[in-house]
């Protein structure tokens, strides 16, 4: 099955620097690529997702890109501000068999002023 | 309104006990779902369902029974509770896009504290 792993699992940074969340993925037929954010006390909540066909995508100050042929994605979030510390999750999933998302294990993210 | 909603949010009870937790979602959506997130915040998927037809089973204790009456409704019962069944789990429903991406809405959550 797939095996989706993360890093960092913390990241801290002060407010306006940007933050950088890196994802590998083990299934080559994977071909969609979600990130979620947790806020405290909910549940995740879709922030930005790229598709297999895309090398990269953005979306304000949050991007996305994914490198296939090395099985691996990054999150990038400039000029942070406080609401953006959360929990961010990567996941991945492909088209047919339920379409089961896996999602990577998590980075706390907190942005200091 | 709510788009996923699970209940109850917190939920406290003694090993060996049976609870349930309830889910509906008024998106419209065909496929449901059950997560668990341990305390090192792992996001784990449990079961899936789409149109009532269980189509996901992780390896999941069978103390842990997922039933769907319908399409909008996904309910967990969870039998004689263990100290590891101390978690929060998420409900979430999806649709499959045009693009085949595959959007899930979580619910709040459910936090299940087992003494």
């Known amino acids: 099955g797939e095996n989706v792993e993360q890093h960092p699992s913390t990241l801290s940074v002060q407010e306006g620097d940007s933050a950088v969340i890196k994802c590998t993925y083990s299934?080559?037929?994977?071909?969609?690529f979600p990130w979620y954010k947790q806020e405290l006390g909910k549940g995740p909540q879709l922030i930005i997702d790229i598709r297999s066909n895309v090398g990269e995508k953005k979306d304000q100050r949050i991007a996305v890109t994914l490198n296939k042929t090395a099985k691996h994605f990054s999150l990038h979030i400039t000029e942070t501000q406080p609401e953006d510390s959360a929990v961010y999750f990567c996941?991945?999933?492909?088209?047919?068999?339920?379409?089961?998302?896996?999602f990577g294990t998590g980075t706390q993210l907190k942005v200091e002023l | 309104d709510t788009a996923v909603s699970q209940t109850p949010k917190y939920l406290v009870t003694q090993m060996g006990n049976d609870k349930s937790i309830k889910c509906e979602q008024n998106?419209?959506?065909?496929?449901m779902y059950w997560y668990k997130q341990d305390s090192k915040k792992f996001l784990k998927i449990m079961f899936s369902?789409?149109?009532?037809?269980?189509?996901i089973n992780e390896t999941v204790p069978n103390r842990f029974s997922p039933k769907s009456p319908d399409k909008a409704h996904l309910n967990l019962h969870i039998n004689s509770l263990e100290l590891g069944d101390s978690a929060v789990y998420f409900c979430?429903?999806?649709?499959?896009?045009?693009?085949?991406?595959?959007?899930?809405?979580f619910g709040a959550g459910s936090r299940l504290t087992v003494l």
């Open positions: 996941a991945a999933s492909r088209t047919g068999g339920g379409n089961k998302l896996t």
């Open positions: 979430a429903s999806s649709q499959i896009m045009g693009s085949g991406a595959n959007v899930l809405t």
């Open positions: 299934d080559s037929a994977s071909n969609y």
């Open positions: 998106l419209g959506h065909d496929t």
């Open positions: 369902y789409n149109n009532k037809e269980l189509i």
